[in-house]
C-alpha cells in the first residue's frame, strides 16, 4: 500500500509565507510613517511663520486701505531659519481693498529646505484665516 496524500501546508511553508507577508507590509507603513514624519516637521517649520506673516499682512491692509502691499517692510514675511532647516515665502502680490483687507483667497505659502514634498499654505477668505499643509 501506498501512504496516504497529505493535504494543506506544511510549518515552514506557512512561515514563509507570513514572513514575506510582513516584510511587505513593514515597506509599506515605513514609507507611510516617513510622509506623515516630514509633512509634521513641514508644519511646525511653516506654519507659524505663514500665519504670523499673513496677520501682519491683514493689519497693514487695516492701517492702510487701497495701498499696495510691500512684503519686503514685514520681518515675518522674511526668509528664516527655523528649527529643521530654512523656511522660505511665496507671497502673491496684491493690493489692499479699499475697505480695508486682503483680497478674497489671499495666501502665504511657507516652503521647507526639509521638503520638496509638502508646503504650509494660510488663506484669507470670508473674513478669516486658514492654514493647512498640502502636497506639491
Not at 506557512?14 to 516630514?38: G, K, P, R, W
Request: include cysteine; proline fraction near 4%.
Amino acid at each position: 500500500m501506498g501512504s496516504p496524500l497529505q493535504k494543506g501546508f506544511t510549518i515552514m511553508e506557512l512561515l514563509v509565507a507570513i514572513i514575506i507577508i510582513s516584510i511587505l507590509v513593514f515597506m509599506i507603513s515605513f514609507s507611510i510613517y516617513e510622509d506623515y514624519v516630514e509633512k509634521s516637521k513641514v508644519a511646525k517649520d511653516g506654519l507659524m511663520y505663514a500665519k504670523s506673516c499673513l496677520n501682519d499682512l491683514l493689519t497693514y491692509c487695516m492701517e492702510h486701505p487701497g495701498e499696495s502691499l510691500d512684503y519686503t517692510i514685514f520681518e515675518n514675511c522674511q526668509d528664516r531659519p527655523s528649527f529643521y532647516g530654512n523656511v522660505t515665502f511665496t507671497i502673491p502680490p496684491a493690493n489692499c481693498s479699499v475697505g480695508g483687507t486682503l483680497p478674497e483667497n489671499f495666501y502665504v505659502e511657507a516652503h521647507s529646505t526639509l521638503s520638496n514634498k509638502f508646503y504650509v499654505k494660510c488663506v484669507y477668505n470670508e473674513g478669516g484665516i486658514k492654514c493647512y499643509t498640502e502636497s506639491q
